[in-house]
T-cell receptor
């Protein structure tokens, strides 16, 4: 199906473990984004990518790594998960500045 | 410091009445503004946008107003329906060559009561 998908939808991991959240879009949008949503903070940008092999930091990048070898995929890796990274993570994509299309989210719990 | 502020965490409105959601911004470089709607356990969905060259944009029951001098925008929903109950996020873009980045407010939870 066309659109933007995220996997897994739910994940529980332990402190110190590496975990990768996947994001896939079928529109061939140039831009892709990762946000986290926390109570009292709204949506905060972690990393974004303007095209394959081009990534840049957002507002809260510490503890996260991204890559974009293909236009349609934008995985987010937590190299050593911490409890403060417990959150809901949203991936988004866009053709140009402005309107972004969001995936359904991944709820991550770090114990 | 927050560049996009939604000062009302929640709003309750009767079905059929007008809902007005407010948003303030501090960065004068912002030139494009958007509203997103979010239901529980789903991703945000785009609702309506406005460019800084306009002061009003309308789409069905939804109208966004922009007051650049006050750095304020508002979303009007008329008439409000129970299905409009959701969290609404205001977002802005256009600062510093950000290449498409959006800055979001913290959201306002709208409850429309039958």
């Amino acid at each position: 199906d066309a659109g933007i998908t995220q996997s897994p939808r739910y994940k529980i991991t332990e402190t110190g473990r590496q975990v990768t959240l996947m994001c896939h879009q079928t529109w061939s949008h140039s831009y892709m984004f990762w946000y986290r949503q926390d109570l009292g903070h709204g949506l905060r940008l972690i990393y974004y990518s303007a095209a394959a092999d081009i990534t840049d930091k957002g507002e809260v990048p510490d503890g996260y790594v991204v890559s974009r070898s293909k236009t349609e995929n934008f995985p987010l890796t937590l190299e050593s998960a911490t409890r403060s990274q417990t959150s809901v993570y949203f991936c988004a994509s866009s053709v140009r500045e402005g309107e972004q299309y969001f995936g359904p989210g991944t709820r991550l719990t770090v114990t | 410091d927050q560049q996009v502020k939604q000062n009302s965490p929640s709003l309750s409105v009767q079905e059929g009445r007008i809902s007005i959601l407010n948003c303030d911004y501090t960065n004068s470089m912002f030139d494009y503004f958007l509203w997103y709607k979010k239901y529980p356990a789903e991703g945000p969905t785009f609702l309506i946008s406005i460019s800084s060259i306009k002061d009003k944009n309308e789409d069905g029951r939804f109208t966004v107003f922009l007051n650049k001098s006050a750095k304020h925008l508002s979303l009007h929903i008329v008439p409000s329906q129970p299905g409009d109950s959701a969290v609404y996020f205001c977002a802005a873009s256009g600062y510093g060559g950000s290449q498409g980045n959006l800055i979001f407010g913290k959201g306002t939870k709208l409850s429309v009561k039958p």
